[in-house]
């Protein structure tokens, strides 16, 4: 008996970890949106009234082209009426390459203290 409850909990010490991170076999692909493919509205934010925030997050999407890349997981971000920096999540992946030129759509939280936007979601126009 007891060594029986010693490897039922040696056996879900050594799971546990792998099936809290496991994602039920499927790939995040954040420029999908889990599948979901709106096109009816929804409120953008421009960079210049994200610019005039001054403390705080704010939730925001936002509509432009990615300028240059600046660092690994950093862009320069414009939109036409200013530009700001992006920070890409890691685990976005978007089904074909970008460039300058390539509209998108990004969401995700601007930081005002360093005019800054983390971006959650990425979706290609």
Known sequence: MMRKTILTIASAVILLPTIAMADGGCQRDQSR????RFTG???VTSVAELKGITFGETSAMVE???LRQLEHDKFLFSDGTGEMVVELDDDIRLDQSIDDKTRLRLSGEFEAWDNEME?????IL
Do not use: S
């Open 41 to 43: 509205p929804v409120e």
């Open 64 to 66: 432009g082209n990615i």
């Open 119 to 123: 971006v959650e979601w990425v979706e």
């Open 33 to 36: 949106n889990g599948g979901v």
